[in-house]
C-alpha cells in the first residue's frame, strides 16, 4: 500500500524545494525573462504581459478543488484495497500484499517520469491534465470490476468453503485499474503544488514571498485534511456501503475534481516546458562513455576542460572517470563561435560533471531509506490484524479496520509542525547546534526509532495471537479477539515518528550537500527512495510467503493471523532495521563531515550565470 503519511512530508518537500530554489533567483519566469543574460525581446515581453493577465488568487478555487477531490477520491482506494483483494477476488493475504507494494513503487516511480515530461516537453498544465484523465479512467476501470460479477470470481458462501480463484482476464483488469491511477498519478503528484505557486508568483511584487508562504502552508494544511478525511470516510464508506457505492463515490469526486480543473484553464498561467536536470545529468553519463578511450590530462591542466561560465577551471580528482564527459578533445569541432558545446551528448560543463559526483556521493546514505521505506509501510498486515480485535468505539460504530493509518499521519503532520518552532529550540540548549541535530543525526535516530515501531508489532502481535489461542479462535478466522484493536496505536504513532525524523534528516541533508540548482534532484531521490523500499517490502513477503509454506504449512503470513505467525514477520522486519542501522553507521562515517562537504557545493551556487548559459537548470 501506498505510503500515505510520507505524501503528506512529500508536498513539505516540494515547498521547500520551492523556497530553496528561489532564493538563488532561478524561477521560470525570470529565466525566461533574460536567457543567457541578453535583453528581453518583444515576443517575450508580450508573453509576459499576456501571463500578467492571468493567474492570481481567481485560480485557486479551481485549482484548489483540483487537488482537494483528487486526494480525498483517491487515497481512500489504497487503505482498505487490501479487503478488497482478499474478499472480493480471494487472493491471500500475502499476495494482496505483494500486489500493493508493487502498485505503491509503480505509483512512486512515475512521478520522476512526469516530472522530467512537465519540465522538458509538455509543460505542467498539460502533464497535470493528462494524468487527471487517466486518473478518473482508472477509477471508472477500478468502479466497473465491483459492479459487473463477470469481472470477479463467484463469491465464497461460507469462510471454509474452497474459493474460486480469479482468472487471468478479472486480473488484468484489475491490475489495469491500477496500472491507471499510477500513470496518473504520475501526472498531478510532481507537477500539481509548482503549478499553484506560478499562477501566485510574481517576481516583482515586494509581497510576493509572503504570498507564496501563504499559499504553501494552506495548500499543505487542505491536503492534509483531505487525505485524513479520505482514509476516515472512505474506507467508512466502503465497509458500510459495499464496494460499488464506496468506489462510485470516489469516481464522483474525481469527475468533479476533473470539471473544475478545466473550467479555469483559460485563467492559468500556463509556462513554457524547460530543460530537465535530469536530463543534463545523464548527458554527463553519456558523454563520460563515448569519451572512455580519452587519457585524462595533468589535473593541473585546464585547457583541456569544458567550463562555460563556471568558476571551476578543473574537476575534482574523486570519480576521475566521470571527468571524461568535459573534456575538449577538438575545440574547432567541440564548441562553435559562442563558446558553447555543438554535442551536449558528447561534451559537458565541469559544472554538470561535478553535480553528478555530487548524487554519487550521497547515494550510499540515500540506500539506507530504502529500508526504512519497506520496514515502516506494513499498513496491510496491520488492517489484517485490526480486522480480527474489538474495534468498537460507540455501540453503533467500529472503527475501521484499514483507518488505524490515520494515526501514522497524525503523528507525522504534528511532529513536521511542532519540530522547527518547539523541537529545535529545545534541542539547540542541550547540542549548542543552532538546528538541535545534525542531519545524520535525525536520520539516524529515525532508523533507530523504526527498529523500536517494528519490535512494537511483533510484541503487540504475540499478544494478540496468544488470546485468540487463549479464547479458542485458533481455527475461526473470522473470530474476534477480546483485545482492543487501539493497541495497534502506538506502532502506528512510531511509524510516523520514524518517518518524519528519518524523511526530513534526509531531505535537508540532501539540500545542505547538493548545490541548489539540484533542489529538484532531492524530490527524485526521495520518490525513488519509497518505490524501491515497496519493492524490497513485496520481495520480503514473496520470500517470506515461499519458505514459511512448505511440506503444507499455514505460513508466518496466513489468512488467518490466528494461524500465522506475524509476529515472527515483524521480527524479521526489525532484524533488518537494526542490520540497516548498522549499515547507515557505517555509511555516515565513510562521508566524513557534512558541514565541509556542505561548504564546498555551495561553491557552484554562485554560478548562476553557467546555470542560465548552460540551460539545464530546473526549478
Known amino acids: ?59 485557486m478555487p479551481f485549482i484548489m478543488a483540483n487537488e482537494i477531490f483528487e486526494k480525498i477520491s483517491s487515497f481512500g482506494l489504497h487503505t482498505n484495497m487490501i479487503f ?30 512526469g516530472a522530467f515530461l512537465s519540465d522538458s516537453y509538455l509543460g505542467r498544465f498539460k502533464v497535470i491534465a ?29 469462510p471454509g468453503e474452497f474459493c474460486v480463484s480469479a482468472n487471468f482476464a478479472q486480473l488484468m483488469l484489475l491490475y489495469f485499474a491500477f496500472l491507471l491511477m499510477s500513470i496518473g498519478a504520475g501526472g498531478i503528484r510532481p507537477c500539481s503544488l509548482a503549478f499553484g505557486a ?27 485534511v483531505s487525505v485524513t478525511i479520505s482514509v476516515l470516510f472512505m474506507v467508512y464508506l466502503q465497509n458500510a456501503a459495499g464496494w460499488v457505492v464506496g468506489y462510485g463515490v470516489p469516481v464522483g469526486l474525481m469527475m468533479f475534481s476533473t470539471v473544475m480543473f478545466f473550467l479555469g484553464s483559460s485563467l492559468y498561467v500556463k509556462l513554457m516546458a524547460n530543460k530537465s536536470l535530469l536530463r543534463s545529468l545523464a548527458q554527463v553519463i553519456v558523454a563520460a562513455w563515448k569519451n572512455r578511450h580519452l587519457e585524462l590530462p595533468p589535473q593541473t591542466s585546464d585547457k583541456w576542460f569544458y567550463h562555460k561560465g563556471s ?12 571527468n571524461k564527459a568535459c573534456m575538449i578533445r577538438n575545440k574547432e569541432t567541440d564548441v562553435d563561435s559562442n563558446g558553447m558545446a555543438k554535442f551536449p551528448w558528447r561534451l559537458t560543463t565541469i559544472q554538470r560533471v561535478e553535480e553528478l559526483k555530487a548524487v554519487i556521493r550521497v547515494l550510499p546514505i540515500w540506500s539506507t531509506g530504502i529500508v526504512i521505506s519497506a520496514t515502516i509501510s506494513q499498513y496491510t498486515f496491520s488492517a489484517l490484524q485490526a480486522i480480527t480485535m474489538d474495534r468498537q468505539i460507540t455501540p453503533h ?36 547546534r543552532s538546528n538541535g541535530l545534525t542531519f545524520k543525526q535525525r536520520m539516524g535516530i529515525g532508523l533507530a526509532i523504526s527498529c523500536l515501531a517494528s519490535a512494537v508489532s511483533a510484541e503487540i502481535e504475540r499478544k494478540r495471537r496468544n488470546r485468540a489461542f487463549h479464547e479458542g479462535l485458533a481455527n475461526v478466522p473470522g473470530g474476534i479477539v477480546k483485545m482492543s484493536a487501539m493497541w495497534l496505536v502506538p506502532q502506528h504513532c512510531l511509524a510516523g515518528l520514524a518517518e518524519a525524523f528519518h524523511a526530513i534528516g534526509q531531505i535537508q541533508f540532501f539540500y545542505s550537500q547538493l548545490p541548489r540548482s539540484m533542489a529538484s534532484i532531492a524530490v527524485a531521490l526521495f520518490s525513488l527512495g519509497m518505490g524501491g523500499g515497496s519493492l524490497l517490502a513485496a520481495l520480503i513477503v514473496s520470500v517470506v510467503k515461499k519458505k514459511t509454506t512448505k511440506n503444507g504449512n499455514a505460513g508466518w503470513l496466513s489468512n488467518n493471523p490466528n494461524q500465522g505467525h506475524y509476529d515472527y514477520y515483524y521480527w524479521v522486519l526489525a532484524l533488518m532495521g537494526v542490520a540497516n542501522l548498522f549499515y547507515y553507521l557505517i555509511c555516515s562515517w565513510l562521508y566524513g563531515d557534512e558541514k565541509e562537504i556542505m561548504e564546498e557545493s555551495r561553491i557552484w551556487d554562485d554560478d548562476k550565470e553557467a546555470i542560465e548559459e548552460d540551460g539545464t537548470y530546473n526549478a
Open 1 to 59: 500500500m501506498e505510503k500515505i503519511g510520507l505524501f503528506l512530508f512529500y508536498l513539505r518537500i516540494q515547498q521547500s524545494l520551492h523556497d530553496y530554489s528561489c532564493g538563488f533567483s532561478c524561477n521560470d519566469h525570470e529565466i525566461r525573462a533574460k536567457p543567457m543574460g541578453k535583453e528581453p525581446s518583444e515576443k517575450m515581453e508580450t508573453t509576459q504581459k499576456e501571463a500578467g493577465k492571468k493567474g492570481g488568487l481567481r485560480t
Open 84 to 113: 478488497y483483494l482478499t474478499n472480493e477476488y480471494h487472493l491471500d493475504s500475502a499476495k494482496g500484499a505483494i500486489v500493493l507494494f508493487l502498485w505503491s513503487a509503480l505509483t512512486n516511480f512515475l512521478p520522476i517520469v
Open 130 to 158: 493528462m494524468g487527471t484523465l487517466v486518473t478518473l479512467l482508472g477509477m471508472v476501470v477500478l468502479w466497473l470490476t465491483a459492479i459487473f460479477p463477470k469481472a470477479r470470481p463467484p463469491h465464497c458462501k461460507s
Open 198 to 224: 506560478d499562477q501566485l508568483e510574481k517576481p516583482g511584487n515586494p509581497k510576493n514571498q509572503r504570498t507564496m508562504q501563504s499559499f504553501f502552508n494552506w495548500y499543505y494544511a487542505t491536503v492534509g
Open 311 to 322: 568558476k571551476l577551471v578543473n574537476p575534482t580528482p574523486k570519480l576521475r572517470f566521470l
Open 397 to 432: 460504530f467500529q472503527f475501521p479496520a484499514a483507518s488505524f493509518a490515520v494515526f501514522t499521519i497524525l503523528t507525522l503532520t504534528f511532529w513536521v509542525a511542532i519540530y522547527d518552532q518547539i523541537i529545535v529550540r529545545l534541542l539547540a540548549k542541550f547540542t549548542k
